[in-house]
């Protein structure tokens, strides 16, 4: 079945996890492409103030909800129904994170960050899915390159993106089976500069940090609006594709490498200014928010050529033939 999906100038769009990084790059970018956007984080103070930032009017508005309850996701489409008459896209974006091997990591931080990230994602995508199945729309979850291959130090969040990509699935072929009009993608980012460090609960003896490449948080955020107007099942972000085969294709290696090399570069051998982060606190803690970017000491990549190739193969297909044109015209005058 064909879907089509509306212009995001023509849709109202509820994002779980907005209140900073790739959720919030993706509200600014939605507001400007003319959308109505429904922010929806734990932090109201970051919300209100994002929302007078944005300045977008009638066109935005926030819930203050956890995701984790189902009850609070259910509040968040009701008060969007109620303002802006229902909803085109939902994106499951919210998410949480504890660093620490996995013998010295409490139950209690375990469940937080799988009722956060696959019971959230769960929760919006069933209640996202009652609302689209008669009238169509996209539901987009956020992935990881831990939905293929799991980190050190990061056990229950490579185990629940992992069970995202199951769930996604699942429920991609079941809609697909009863015809309903809904598009569903699963965005898979790599390593990206956001606060997710500074919002992670941290056992490691030294802060954590992403091993290189890691991209900016605008990157992820126009894959995701581009999946919001365009239908498309997998979108990778950067290397997590390579990464991703690699690990179906050669798992030892894959293992001998992380042991190897990942192991110890997942430390940073700085200490941790906020250990606790904001895994249980709905305040966030000490932990800044309201923030698109992090504190990524290195180079941040402003863009994702294969993501890019991907989204827009004809595009890309031109340019490249134009470029070999090009270049054969300026071979052929040399001769």
Do not use: C
Not at 153 to 169: D, G, R, W
Request: charge should be neutral; aromatic fraction near 6%.
């Amino acid at each position: 079945m064909n879907l089509t999906l509306k212009p995001l100038r023509e849709q109202v769009i509820v994002i779980t996890g907005a209140s900073s990084g790739i959720g919030l790059a993706t509200a600014r970018m939605a507001v400007e492409a003319g959308a109505r956007v429904v922010l929806v984080a734990r932090n109201e103070e970051a919300l209100a103030d994002i929302q007078r930032q944005l300045d977008a009017g009638d066109r935005l508005m926030y819930v203050v909800a956890d995701v984790g309850k189902r009850e609070e996701l259910d509040r968040v489409a009701s008060d969007t129904l109620d303002r802006f008459g229902g909803f085109d896209t939902w994106i499951n974006n919210a998410g949480a994170s504890v660093w620490g091997r996995l013998d010295e990591v409490d139950d209690e931080d375990h469940h937080r960050v799988m009722q956060t990230n696959y019971w959230g994602t769960l929760y919006g995508s069933t209640i996202a899915m009652a609302h689209l199945r008669e009238k169509g729309g996209a539901i987009i979850n956020i992935g990881s390159l831990e939905s293929a291959v799991a980190l050190p130090f990061h056990a229950t969040y490579s185990a629940s993106k992992h069970a995202i990509k199951a769930l996604t699935e699942v429920m991609r072929v079941e809609l697909q089976k009863s015809q309903a009009p809904i598009s569903v993608t699963l965005v898979r980012p790599s390593s990206t500069d956001t606060l997710f460090m500074d919002h992670s609960k941290n056992r490691l003896p030294s802060a954590p940090i992403f091993p290189p490449p890691v991209y900016a948080p605008e990157v992820v955020a126009q894959a995701i609006l581009y999946a919001a107007e365009h239908p498309q099942r997998d979108v990778y972000i950067g290397n997590t594709k390579f990464l991703t085969r690699l690990a179906q294709h050669a798992p030892g290696l894959t293992d001998w490498i992380k042991r190897t090399f990942i192991y110890d570069k997942l430390q940073s051998g700085k200490p941790d200014s906020d250990p606790q982060g904001a895994l249980h606190n709905a305040d966030v803690g000490n932990a800044i928010d309201g923030l698109v970017s992090g504190n990524y000491p290195g180079r941040t990549m402003k863009t994702s050529l294969y993501t890019r190739a991907s989204q827009h193969p004809v595009a890309t297909t031109a340019a490249v033939m134009l470029g070999a044109l090009t270049l054969a015209s300026l071979m052929t005058r040399r001769r």
